[in-house]
Protein backbone atom coordinates (compact mmCIF):
# COMPACT_ATOMS: atom_id res chain seq x y z
CA UNK A 1 0.00 0.00 0.00
CA UNK A 2 2.77 2.41 0.53
CA UNK A 3 4.55 2.00 -2.35
CA UNK A 4 1.50 4.18 -3.68
CA UNK A 5 3.01 7.42 -1.94
CA UNK A 6 5.26 10.19 -3.59
CA UNK A 7 4.91 13.35 -5.73
CA UNK A 8 1.86 12.87 -7.92
CA UNK A 9 0.67 15.52 -10.64
CA UNK A 10 -2.78 16.75 -10.23
CA UNK A 11 -2.92 15.90 -14.28
CA UNK A 12 -3.43 19.08 -16.58
CA UNK A 13 -5.79 18.19 -19.74
CA UNK A 14 -5.51 20.33 -22.91
CA UNK A 15 -8.34 21.42 -24.55
CA UNK A 16 -9.26 23.11 -28.21
CA UNK A 17 -10.81 26.25 -28.21
CA UNK A 18 -14.40 24.79 -28.71
CA UNK A 19 -13.69 22.73 -25.20
CA UNK A 20 -13.38 19.48 -26.84
CA UNK A 21 -10.18 17.58 -25.26
CA UNK A 22 -6.82 18.03 -27.60
CA UNK A 23 -4.91 14.44 -27.13
CA UNK A 24 -1.94 15.67 -28.57
CA UNK A 25 -1.67 18.28 -26.23
CA UNK A 26 -3.00 16.01 -23.07
CA UNK A 27 -0.33 13.75 -23.99
CA UNK A 28 2.55 16.33 -24.16
CA UNK A 29 1.74 17.16 -20.64
CA UNK A 30 1.77 13.83 -19.27
CA UNK A 31 5.59 12.82 -21.01
CA UNK A 32 6.30 16.32 -19.86
CA UNK A 33 5.48 15.35 -15.96
CA UNK A 34 6.90 12.17 -16.45
CA UNK A 35 10.41 13.32 -18.21
CA UNK A 36 11.02 16.70 -17.07
CA UNK A 37 9.35 16.84 -13.82
CA UNK A 38 10.21 13.45 -12.75
CA UNK A 39 6.79 12.81 -10.64
CA UNK A 40 6.29 9.44 -9.34
CA UNK A 41 2.86 9.36 -10.46
CA UNK A 42 -0.61 10.94 -12.16
CA UNK A 43 -3.91 11.84 -10.82
CA UNK A 44 -5.96 11.82 -13.50
CA UNK A 45 -9.55 12.96 -13.48
CA UNK A 46 -9.46 15.44 -10.52
CA UNK A 47 -10.49 19.65 -10.60
CA UNK A 48 -6.98 20.32 -12.26
CA UNK A 49 -7.99 18.15 -15.45
CA UNK A 50 -11.33 20.39 -15.01
CA UNK A 51 -13.12 16.93 -14.60
CA UNK A 52 -16.33 18.18 -13.58
CA UNK A 53 -17.01 20.13 -16.83
CA UNK A 54 -16.45 16.66 -19.08
CA UNK A 55 -18.70 14.18 -20.10
CA UNK A 56 -18.41 10.67 -19.26
CA UNK A 57 -16.96 9.38 -22.60
CA UNK A 58 -14.46 12.30 -22.29
CA UNK A 59 -13.55 11.41 -18.74
CA UNK A 60 -13.17 7.91 -19.88
CA UNK A 61 -10.75 8.96 -22.80
CA UNK A 62 -8.67 10.85 -20.66
CA UNK A 63 -8.55 7.88 -18.61
CA UNK A 64 -7.27 6.18 -21.88
CA UNK A 65 -4.66 8.61 -22.78
CA UNK A 66 -2.77 8.73 -19.30
CA UNK A 67 -2.84 4.77 -19.70
CA UNK A 68 -1.10 4.57 -23.20
CA UNK A 69 1.39 7.67 -22.77
CA UNK A 70 2.52 6.56 -18.79
CA UNK A 71 3.61 3.20 -20.55
CA UNK A 72 3.60 1.85 -17.23
CA UNK A 73 6.39 4.11 -16.24
CA UNK A 74 4.64 5.89 -13.48
CA UNK A 75 1.58 4.87 -11.03
CA UNK A 76 -1.52 6.25 -11.82
CA UNK A 77 -4.68 6.93 -9.90
CA UNK A 78 -8.22 7.14 -11.40
CA UNK A 79 -10.52 10.39 -9.62
CA UNK A 80 -13.93 8.84 -10.46
CA UNK A 81 -16.59 10.91 -7.89
CA UNK A 82 -19.23 12.13 -9.53
CA UNK A 83 -22.70 13.67 -8.02
CA UNK A 84 -23.81 10.81 -10.74
CA UNK A 85 -23.17 7.36 -8.17
CA UNK A 86 -23.91 4.88 -11.32
CA UNK A 87 -21.41 7.21 -13.39
CA UNK A 88 -18.63 6.83 -10.37
CA UNK A 89 -18.91 3.08 -10.80
CA UNK A 90 -18.81 3.03 -14.68
CA UNK A 91 -15.72 4.88 -14.22
CA UNK A 92 -14.46 3.08 -11.56
CA UNK A 93 -14.61 -0.10 -13.36
CA UNK A 94 -13.33 1.05 -16.59
CA UNK A 95 -10.08 2.34 -14.40
CA UNK A 96 -10.13 -1.02 -13.13
CA UNK A 97 -10.31 -2.45 -16.73
CA UNK A 98 -7.38 -0.07 -17.77
CA UNK A 99 -5.06 -0.81 -14.91
CA UNK A 100 -4.96 2.07 -12.61
CA UNK A 101 -3.38 1.34 -9.30
CA UNK A 102 -6.03 2.93 -7.41
CA UNK A 103 -9.61 5.05 -6.88
CA UNK A 104 -9.75 8.17 -5.36
CA UNK A 105 -13.23 9.84 -5.32
CA UNK A 106 -14.34 13.23 -4.31
CA UNK A 107 -16.45 13.69 -1.05
CA UNK A 108 -20.29 13.74 -3.11
CA UNK A 109 -20.68 17.59 -2.41
CA UNK A 110 -23.67 20.15 -3.57
CA UNK A 111 -26.80 18.49 -2.15
CA UNK A 112 -25.31 18.63 1.46
CA UNK A 113 -25.60 14.96 2.24
CA UNK A 114 -25.35 13.58 5.88
CA UNK A 115 -22.18 11.12 6.72
CA UNK A 116 -24.43 8.13 6.45
CA UNK A 117 -24.70 9.09 2.61
CA UNK A 118 -21.41 10.02 2.00
CA UNK A 119 -19.98 6.40 3.63
CA UNK A 120 -22.91 4.71 1.35
CA UNK A 121 -21.26 6.68 -1.39
CA UNK A 122 -17.99 5.10 -0.73
CA UNK A 123 -19.13 1.63 0.00
CA UNK A 124 -20.60 1.37 -3.18
CA UNK A 125 -18.23 2.34 -5.12
CA UNK A 126 -15.57 -0.01 -3.59
CA UNK A 127 -18.06 -2.99 -3.65
CA UNK A 128 -18.87 -2.54 -7.16
CA UNK A 129 -15.47 -2.43 -8.44
CA UNK A 130 -13.00 -4.04 -5.80
CA UNK A 131 -10.93 -1.50 -5.92
CA UNK A 132 -8.33 0.22 -3.51
CA UNK A 133 -10.10 3.96 -2.72
CA UNK A 134 -8.42 7.33 -1.80
CA UNK A 135 -11.04 9.77 -0.37
CA UNK A 136 -10.94 13.32 -1.96
CA UNK A 137 -11.34 15.83 0.72
CA UNK A 138 -11.76 19.08 0.02
CA UNK A 139 -13.48 20.77 1.90
CA UNK A 140 -13.30 24.70 1.01
CA UNK A 141 -14.42 23.74 -2.54
CA UNK A 142 -17.20 20.84 -1.47
CA UNK A 143 -18.11 22.15 2.35
CA UNK A 144 -18.03 18.99 3.04
CA UNK A 145 -16.16 18.13 6.63
CA UNK A 146 -14.96 14.83 7.60
CA UNK A 147 -14.29 14.51 11.08
CA UNK A 148 -11.41 11.85 12.79
CA UNK A 149 -14.03 9.30 13.94
CA UNK A 150 -16.09 9.13 10.49
CA UNK A 151 -12.56 8.95 8.91
CA UNK A 152 -12.12 5.90 10.92
CA UNK A 153 -15.72 4.39 10.72
CA UNK A 154 -14.75 4.97 6.52
CA UNK A 155 -11.85 2.65 7.10
CA UNK A 156 -13.32 -0.25 8.11
CA UNK A 157 -14.07 -0.78 4.64
CA UNK A 158 -10.63 -2.64 3.66
CA UNK A 159 -10.64 -0.87 0.17
CA UNK A 160 -10.30 2.84 1.60
CA UNK A 161 -6.81 2.72 2.18
CA UNK A 162 -6.34 6.77 2.24
CA UNK A 163 -7.07 10.34 1.95
CA UNK A 164 -6.25 13.46 -0.21
CA UNK A 165 -5.99 16.31 2.29
CA UNK A 166 -6.52 19.09 0.49
CA UNK A 167 -7.08 21.18 4.08
CA UNK A 168 -5.47 23.52 5.78
CA UNK A 169 -6.23 21.94 9.38
CA UNK A 170 -3.36 20.72 10.33
CA UNK A 171 -4.10 19.72 14.02
CA UNK A 172 -6.31 16.71 12.06
CA UNK A 173 -3.66 15.84 9.60
CA UNK A 174 -1.50 15.46 12.83
CA UNK A 175 -4.50 13.67 14.61
CA UNK A 176 -4.95 11.33 11.44
CA UNK A 177 -1.17 10.59 10.85
CA UNK A 178 -1.01 9.35 14.54
CA UNK A 179 -4.31 7.52 14.42
CA UNK A 180 -4.51 5.39 10.97
CA UNK A 181 -0.02 5.08 10.73
CA UNK A 182 -1.48 2.46 7.88
CA UNK A 183 -3.06 4.79 5.74
CA UNK A 184 -1.58 6.62 2.81
CA UNK A 185 -1.99 10.54 3.54
CA UNK A 186 -1.81 12.99 0.65
CA UNK A 187 -0.93 16.63 1.18
CA UNK A 188 -3.08 18.85 -1.32
CA UNK A 189 -2.17 22.14 -0.80
CA UNK A 190 1.16 22.66 -2.52
CA UNK A 191 1.94 25.74 -0.87
CA UNK A 192 1.47 23.89 2.20
CA UNK A 193 3.41 20.49 1.02
CA UNK A 194 6.43 20.74 3.54
CA UNK A 195 4.30 20.99 6.69
CA UNK A 196 2.83 18.40 5.58
CA UNK A 197 5.53 16.22 5.04
CA UNK A 198 7.11 17.34 8.60
CA UNK A 199 4.05 15.46 9.87
CA UNK A 200 4.32 12.57 7.63
CA UNK A 201 2.10 12.57 4.90
CA UNK A 202 2.98 9.49 2.47
CA UNK A 203 2.86 11.56 -0.57
CA UNK A 204 1.31 14.90 -2.21
CA UNK A 205 -0.84 15.21 -5.19
CA UNK A 206 -0.98 18.63 -6.77
CA UNK A 207 -1.91 21.02 -9.46
CA UNK A 208 1.35 22.92 -9.49
CA UNK A 209 3.71 20.09 -9.99
CA UNK A 210 2.69 19.98 -13.71
CA UNK A 211 5.06 22.58 -14.22
CA UNK A 212 7.05 22.93 -10.66
CA UNK A 213 7.26 18.98 -9.94
CA UNK A 214 10.98 18.85 -9.49
CA UNK A 215 11.04 21.61 -6.82
CA UNK A 216 8.23 19.70 -4.62
CA UNK A 217 9.93 16.36 -5.18
CA UNK A 218 13.15 17.78 -3.22
CA UNK A 219 10.98 19.34 -1.06
CA UNK A 220 9.47 15.90 -0.15
CA UNK A 221 12.68 14.21 0.08
CA UNK A 222 14.46 16.65 1.81
CA UNK A 223 12.25 16.50 4.29
CA UNK A 224 11.65 13.11 4.55
CA UNK A 225 15.95 12.97 5.20
CA UNK A 226 15.45 15.39 8.15
CA UNK A 227 16.97 18.71 6.19
CA UNK A 228 13.80 21.00 7.03
CA UNK A 229 16.07 24.09 6.61
CA UNK A 230 17.33 23.19 3.27
CA UNK A 231 13.56 22.36 2.39
CA UNK A 232 12.10 25.57 3.76
CA UNK A 233 14.57 27.39 1.09
CA UNK A 234 12.36 24.94 -1.60
CA UNK A 235 8.91 25.95 -0.48
CA UNK A 236 9.74 29.68 0.19
CA UNK A 237 11.21 29.68 -3.69
CA UNK A 238 7.91 27.53 -4.78
CA UNK A 239 5.31 29.56 -2.54
CA UNK A 240 6.77 32.84 -4.47
CA UNK A 241 5.89 31.03 -7.78
CA UNK A 242 2.65 29.60 -6.52
CA UNK A 243 1.72 33.02 -4.77
CA UNK A 244 2.55 34.62 -8.42
CA UNK A 245 0.09 31.57 -10.20
CA UNK A 246 -2.58 32.13 -8.03
CA UNK A 247 -2.58 35.93 -8.33
CA UNK A 248 -3.00 35.62 -12.28
CA UNK A 249 -5.64 32.78 -12.09
CA UNK A 250 -4.70 29.34 -11.31
CA UNK A 251 -4.89 26.61 -14.17
CA UNK A 252 -5.09 29.64 -17.21
CA UNK A 253 -1.57 30.19 -15.78
CA UNK A 254 -0.62 26.92 -15.37
CA UNK A 255 -1.04 25.58 -18.84
CA UNK A 256 0.33 29.56 -20.27
CA UNK A 257 3.63 28.32 -18.41
CA UNK A 258 3.14 24.77 -19.86
CA UNK A 259 3.16 26.89 -23.13
CA UNK A 260 5.98 28.67 -22.34
CA UNK A 261 7.86 25.44 -21.85
CA UNK A 262 6.81 24.04 -24.95
CA UNK A 263 3.99 21.77 -24.05
CA UNK A 264 1.14 22.45 -26.16
CA UNK A 265 -1.26 23.00 -22.82
CA UNK A 266 -4.25 24.70 -24.74
CA UNK A 267 -7.17 26.50 -23.03
CA UNK A 268 -9.45 25.88 -20.18
CA UNK A 269 -12.75 24.88 -20.56
CA UNK A 270 -15.33 27.63 -20.42
CA UNK A 271 -17.10 28.88 -18.09
CA UNK A 272 -12.79 29.25 -16.93
CA UNK A 273 -12.38 32.27 -18.84
CA UNK A 274 -9.13 33.42 -20.77
CA UNK A 275 -6.51 35.02 -19.90
CA UNK A 276 -5.86 39.24 -20.64
CA UNK A 277 -2.59 39.40 -22.59
CA UNK A 278 -1.02 41.14 -19.93
CA UNK A 279 -1.95 37.81 -18.00
CA UNK A 280 -0.30 35.64 -20.22
CA UNK A 281 2.93 37.96 -20.32
CA UNK A 282 2.69 37.63 -16.64
CA UNK A 283 2.28 33.78 -17.14
CA UNK A 284 5.93 33.81 -19.44
CA UNK A 285 7.42 36.16 -16.77
CA UNK A 286 6.96 33.76 -14.16
CA UNK A 287 7.67 30.94 -15.96
CA UNK A 288 11.24 32.64 -17.42
CA UNK A 289 11.70 33.51 -13.53
CA UNK A 290 10.84 30.50 -11.56
CA UNK A 291 11.15 27.61 -14.45
CA UNK A 292 13.69 28.44 -16.85
O1 LIG B 1 -6.64 22.99 -7.56
C1 LIG B 1 -6.95 22.75 -6.42
C2 LIG B 1 -8.24 23.24 -5.92
N1 LIG B 1 -6.16 22.09 -5.56
C3 LIG B 1 -4.93 21.49 -5.99
C4 LIG B 1 -5.00 20.03 -5.74
O2 LIG B 1 -5.34 19.74 -4.41
C5 LIG B 1 -6.08 19.55 -6.70
C6 LIG B 1 -3.72 22.12 -5.37
O3 LIG B 1 -2.63 21.56 -6.02
C7 LIG B 1 -5.96 18.22 -7.12
O4 LIG B 1 -5.18 17.47 -6.64
C8 LIG B 1 -6.87 17.81 -8.19
O5 LIG B 1 -6.68 18.25 -9.32
O6 LIG B 1 -7.80 17.07 -7.93
C9 LIG B 1 -3.75 23.63 -5.56
O7 LIG B 1 -4.04 23.95 -6.91
C10 LIG B 1 -2.43 24.28 -5.20
O8 LIG B 1 -2.05 23.90 -3.93
C11 LIG B 1 -2.55 25.81 -5.29
O9 LIG B 1 -3.41 26.29 -4.28
O10 LIG B 1 -8.01 24.27 -5.10
Given at each position: ?????????A???A???????N?R???????????????????????????F????E???????I??????????????V????????I????Y????????L?????F?Y?F????I??Y???????????M?VY?I??????????????E????K??????F?A??F?L?????????????????????L????L???G????T???????????????K?????????I????????E??L?????Q???E??????????????????????????A?????????
Amino acid sequence: RKELGGIFSALMVAFNEKGGINERGTREIIRHNIDVMGVDGLYVGGSTGENFMLATEEKMRVFEIAVEEAKGKVKLIAQVGSLNLQEAIELGRYAKELGYDSLSAVTPFYYKFDFEEIKHYYNAITEATEMDMIVYSIPFLTGVNINIDQFAELFENKYIIGVKFTAGDFFLLERMRKSFPQHLLYAGFDEMMLSATVLGVDGAIGSTFNVNGVRAKKIFELAKEGRVDEAREIQHTTNDLIEGILDNGLYQTLKEILKDQGVDAGYTKQPMKRLSSEKIERARELSKKYIG
